[in-house]
C-alpha cells in the first residue's frame, strides 16, 4: 500500500486520504462494461482528499441529529437511507461548523480513487475475481445488510469499502453518454434537477456491479437502505 497522508475532520472525526491527481484513462477500459461506461478518455485531475471511508450513522447524527438508516447498528455502519437533498443539507451544514468545503466526490475522482490512482483495476484494490470478497461486502457475503466500515482490505490507497456495503452517491447527473461532454481537466457532468449517479455497488449487488467503472442511475428523491457516500475535498 502506498503511503498517503491523512487529514481528520475537527466536528465528525471522518478520515479524509489526499490523492494525488494525474491523468488517467476513465471508463471500460477491459470492454467488460455496459455502454454507458464509454467512450475511454483521458482525464486530468488535481489532487483532491476523499473519505476513507463512507460517511457512517455516528459521523452522520454529529452534523444532523438524527439516524435515517435502515440497517441501524451501530455508529460505524455506514449512513444509508438519504437522498441527495439530504446529502446537499448535511454537506452545508458540516462546512458551516468545519469552514471547510466538503463535497461529493465527482465520478471521475471516485473512479479514479478507486482504482487507487488511475490504475487498470476492475474492481478496488483488485483484479482478481476470486479476491472481490476480501475487499468487499456484496450479495455472496453480505448475507443481505451493510456492515461497519472499513473491515474489508482497502486498496493501494487506503480506502475502503468502494466496492460493496453501499451504493455512493456522486456529484454528477446521470446521463448515459455523459463522457461525451467530459472536458480533459477535472471533468464533472451537472445539469439542473435529473438523476444521481451511483458507484461501487452495495451489500445486495452481483460483482459485476461492483466494477470501479460502473454507473448505475439513481432518483434524485429516493431514499434506499443501499444508498449512502462519501465526502471529497478539493485542494
Known amino acids: ?11 465528525t472525526g471522518m478520515r479524509l486520504v489526499r490523492v494525488k491527481g494525474s491523468t488517467f ?7 467488460d462494461g455496459f455502454e454507458n461506461e464509454q467512450p475511454l478518455h483521458s482525464v ?3 489532487d483532491f482528499w476523499i473519505g476513507q471511508t463512507p460517511v457512517t450513522q455516528g459521523q452522520w447524527q454529529k452534523v444532523m441529529g438524527n439516524n435515517p438508516s435502515y440497517f441501524a447498528r451501530g455508529e460505524d455502519y455506514p449512513v444509508e437511507r438519504v437522498n441527495y437533498q439530504d446529502i446537499q443539507e448535511f454537506l452545508q451544514r458540516l462546512n458551516q ?3 471547510l468545503n466538503y463535497t461529493l466526490p465527482s465520478e471521475a475522482q471516485w473512479e479514479y480513487a478507486a482504482r487507487s490512482g488511475g490504475r487498470m483495476e476492475n474492481w478496488s484494490g483488485t483484479n482478481e475475481e476470486s479476491l472481490v470478497g476480501e475487499y468487499g461486502w456484496f450479495d455472496e457475503n453480505a448475507t443481505f445488510t451493510t456492515h461497519a466500515v472499513g473491515q474489508r482490505r482497502p486498496n493501494s490507497l487506503g480506502l475502503f469499502d468502494m466496492s460493496g456495503n453501499v451504493f455512493e452517491m456522486v456529484a454528477d447527473t446521470y446521463a448515459p453518454d455523459a463522457y461525451r461532454y467530459h472536458q480533459e481537466k477535472n471533468p464533472v457532468y451537472q445539469v439542473e434537477g435529473g438523476e444521481r449517479v451511483l458507484r461501487g455497488g452495495s ?3 452481483y460483482r459485476l456491479l461492483l466494477r470501479c ?6 432518483g434524485a428523491n429516493c431514499r434506499d437502505r443501499y444508498v449512502g457516500f462519501r465526502v471529497a475535498r478539493n485542494i
Not at 6 to 11: A, M, R, S, T
Not at 25 to 31: F, L, V, Y
Not at 213 to 218: A, L, N
Open 1 to 11: 500500500m502506498l503511503t498517503q497522508a491523512v487529514e481528520q475532520c475537527p466536528v
Open 44 to 46: 486530468t485531475l488535481d
Open 25 to 31: 484513462q476513465m471508463g471500460d477500459w477491459n470492454g
Open 97 to 99: 461548523l468545519t469552514h
Open 203 to 205: 451489500w445486495y449487488s
Open 213 to 218: 467503472t460502473d454507473r448505475s442511475i439513481y
